[in-house]
């Protein structure tokens, strides 16, 4: 072999070398971007849990019998704060059991 055809060899060997650390870099980069932007890291947080609870206790609380004499998005007027506040409390836990039994259903790995 010349000495030119090697020296083309080298170099298109460290261009793979080089190709494919970037390329693992890359890889890498990508699957945090995914695991920030899964839904499961929103739903970790407890604020958001608390605000999907609340909006699904004051659905529950509307009034639906009469929608017309009711003003689109108004609670009824029987239903007190604290009442929206306890359903609320009844759908954070119901979705925290809903977890813990996917969760110990899921026997994939987690990061």
């Given amino acids: ?3 030119n055809t090697i020296d083309t060899t080298n170099r298109i060997a460290l261009a793979r070398t080089g190709i494919a650390a970037k390329l693992g ?3 890498q980069r990508g699957a945090r971007v995914r695991a920030a932007l899964s839904p499961r890291t929103y739903l970790a947080s407890p604020w958001v ?3 999907i609870g609340v909006g699904i206790g004051y659905v529950m609380g509307r009034r ?4 017309a004499t009711q003003p689109v998005g ?3 007027p029987s239903t007190s704060l604290s009442q929206m506040v306890f359903r609320s409390a009844v759908v954070l ?4 059991v809903v977890r813990r039994v ?3 259903l899921d026997p ?3 990061s």
Avoid: D, F, H, V
């Fill in 1 to 3: 072999m010349t000495t």
């Fill in 25 to 27: 870099e890359l890889q």
């Fill in 49 to 51: 849990r608390m605000g």
């Fill in 64 to 67: 639906t019998t009469s929608p």
């Fill in 74 to 76: 108004a609670a009824s």
């Fill in 93 to 96: 836990i119901a979705e925290a």
């Fill in 102 to 104: 996917l969760r110990e």
């Fill in 108 to 110: 994939g790995p987690r």
